[in-house]
C-alpha cells in the first residue's frame, strides 16, 4: 500500500485486516506527499513496486500515470489505484459496493465504440462542446476488478474513454463538478476551457485559480495538451469531495490535462490534470454512444 501524511489511517488499518485475514502480507511504502497528480514516487517506493504482487495506492494525489507505475505493472503486479479515498468511500450502499461485472460490460461497450471511432463529440448540460480526432486511438477501460497480473485500475472508478489525436481537439469544456486533486471539492461554479488546435488556450471562471496554480507549479508548457476523454459507469458515484468517487459519478464524463502517454497518447508531460463535468453526453463518429449514463 502507498500512503502518505494525508491518507486516511483508518483506510490503511482497515485495508492491512483485510489482507492479513486473506493470508497475505501487508507492507505499507510511506512516502512524502506528491507534489503533483501523475508524481513521480521516490526511487525507493518505485524499488518497492517492481517487486509487489499487488499494489494499492492510497496517497493523497494521484500517481497512477507515473512511469513506476508503468514499470510496475509491465513486471506483473496487479494496481489499485485509489487515491485520497476515505473510510466514507467504503460505506454500504456506495460506490465500491456495485456490482463492477456487470458494470464492466457497460464500459467495455462504449470502451470498443471508442476504438472503431474516428472523431468525437463530447457535449453536457452545462454548456461543453468539444471534437476532436481518435482515429487510431484505443479505447481505454478501467472496470474497478484488477484479477490479471499486470492489470491497472482505479475503484470507484468505472470508465472509457481514450487520448484524442494530439492537436484536434476544439471547443469549449465547462468543468461543474471538480477539478481533481486541485483543492477541495466540488466546485461551487464551473470553470469553463476554451479549446483549439489539441490545447487549452484560455480558462475562465471564479475558481480558475485552482486549475492555473496547479499549472504554474507544472511549469511544463505541454500541460495544455487535451490528454483524455472519458464518460463513467458508477451509478452509486457521487459527486463529493473524494476526487476518486466524483469521477466514477455515472452520467459524468472527465477531460484531462497533460500527460498522456498512459491513455493512448504521446505527450509525456509532468501531470495528468484530471476535470470532470456533469450530465455528459458522449457522440462518436456521429452517433449519440451515452447520454447523460444510459447507453444509446
Known sequence: MLADDGTDPQVVQGLTNGISERNAVPLVARMPSPRLPGAEPPAAVAAMMLHAAAIIELTSLFIGSSAARRAATARGARY???????LGTFRPGGPLE??????RVDAE??????????????TSRGGTDLRGS?????GRVLHGMAREPGAYMAPTDVEAGTAPVEGTAAGVIVI???????????????VILHVDRG????????????????LERCADDRMANIAEVSVA?????TVCSVPMETESSRGSAHIALGNSIAYGGRVDAIAHLDCVMRDAVLELDGHVVMAEGVLQ
Open 176 to 190: 461543474d463538478a471538480d477539478l481533481l486533486f486541485m483543492g477541495e471539492g466540488p466546485l461551487d461554479e464551473p
Open 233 to 237: 459507469f458508477n451509478p452509486a458515484g
Open 199 to 214: 490545447e487549452v488556450t484560455e480558462i475562465e471562471g471564479a475558481a480558475r485559480g485552482r486549475l492555473v496554480s496547479m
Open 134 to 138: 481518435v482515429e487510431d486511438r484505443p
Open 109 to 122: 461497450t462504449i470502451g470498443a465504440a471508442w476504438a472503431r471511432a474516428t472523431t468525437f463529440r463530447l
Open 98 to 103: 456495485v456490482d463492477f461485472g456487470r458494470l
Open 80 to 86: 489499485l489505484a485509489m487515491p485520497a479515498v476515505r
